[in-house]
């Protein structure tokens, strides 16, 4: 379809499935923010000083991603969530339970972004393309460095 005429039925219609999901992704970098906080902090024995340090790193990585996904919403016209994904943060001091939760979270994350890539490919906005396209390798990346983790 003709970008300029996707455009145009964007400004008629509307971004809402692209605002909806763009806003599960940001609801998911707040909710990763929170758990990582906490694993960071809660993270004991032996592994701490490693995992201490990446669950920061993650973060650090979802406050960006998060930034970057608040800036597309409001690009395209939207009013981004402020609370973060329901689903529950398990509290645990185990370190095995704490990487298996992170792998869960990266792998909806990455799914999520998957399926927001073809929504902003339609609108034909090239710029939010690559940002979005950025934080999903970052996200794949992270589902790769947990499992070899987890291994």
């Given at each position: 379809m ?5 455009r ?16 599960k ?8 923010i ?9 993270v ?20 960006t991603?998060?930034?970057?996904v ?18 529950e ?9 704490m ?18 890539l ?34």
């Open positions: 003709n970008p300029i005429y996707l145009l039925l964007v400004d008629i219609m509307g971004d809402q499935p692209v605002i909806t999901a763009l806003n992704a940001l609801a998911w970098e707040l909710r990763a929170a758990m990582y906080a906490h694993y960071s902090a809660y004991s024995g032996i592994h701490r000083p490693h995992l201490s340090a990446y669950f920061s790193n993650e973060v650090n990585e979802s406050i991603h998060a930034s970057t608040r800036s597309a919403i409001v690009k395209l016209d939207g009013e981004a969530i402020t609370e973060r994904a329901p689903e943060i398990i509290h645990t001091h185990d370190y095995s339970i990487l298996e939760e992170a792998y869960k979270t990266e792998k909806i994350a990455s799914g999520t972004y998957q399926s927001i073809p929504m902003i490919e339609e609108l034909g906005d090239d710029e939010l393309y690559d940002s979005l396209e950025v934080i999903y390798f970052d996200e794949m990346r992270s589902v790769e460095e947990l499992r070899m983790m987890l291994k």
